[in-house]
């Protein structure tokens, strides 16, 4: 599932190419065979990804918004408890949000 990416989907590129593969007489000869296999491999393009702005940003602002949740729970001693679990889970955010940008970036 892509969150921090979209991409478009290969479909259409590699439908089009086993279409005018499967159209075509296969040739007598190895070859030509190979080398025109070759050509319609080519046709087929990755998908492109780009990223998706508004999931990173949200994503940004919730490590923020537990950062100065921290920061206020900190300065009162009553919120020891609250800040305490709070640090946790931010710590836990700090590693998974960078952790699934990363991971989502380098897959393909």
């Known amino acids: 599932m892509a969150f921090f990416f979209k991409s478009q989907g290969v479909a259409p590129s590699l439908s089009q190419a086993l279409i005018t593969a499967l159209s075509e ?9 190979q080398a025109r296999a070759a050509v319609l ?17 949200l994503a940004l602002l919730f490590l923020v918004a537990l950062f100065v949740g921290c ?10 408890d609250l ?6 889970v931010f ?3 700090l590693g998974l ?12």
């Open 25 to 33: 007489n296969p040739p007598a000869n190895n070859d030509v065979a």
């Open 41 to 57: 491999a080519a046709t087929v393009q990755p998908p492109a990804r780009t990223v998706n702005p508004w999931n990173v940003g």
């Open 71 to 80: 920061l206020y729970t900190a300065s009162d001693d009553r919120l020891e």
């Open 83 to 88: 800040y305490t679990g709070m640090v946790r």
């Open 91 to 93: 710590q836990v955010m």
């Open 97 to 108: 949000v960078p952790g699934a940008l990363l991971g989502e970036s380098s897959a393909r």
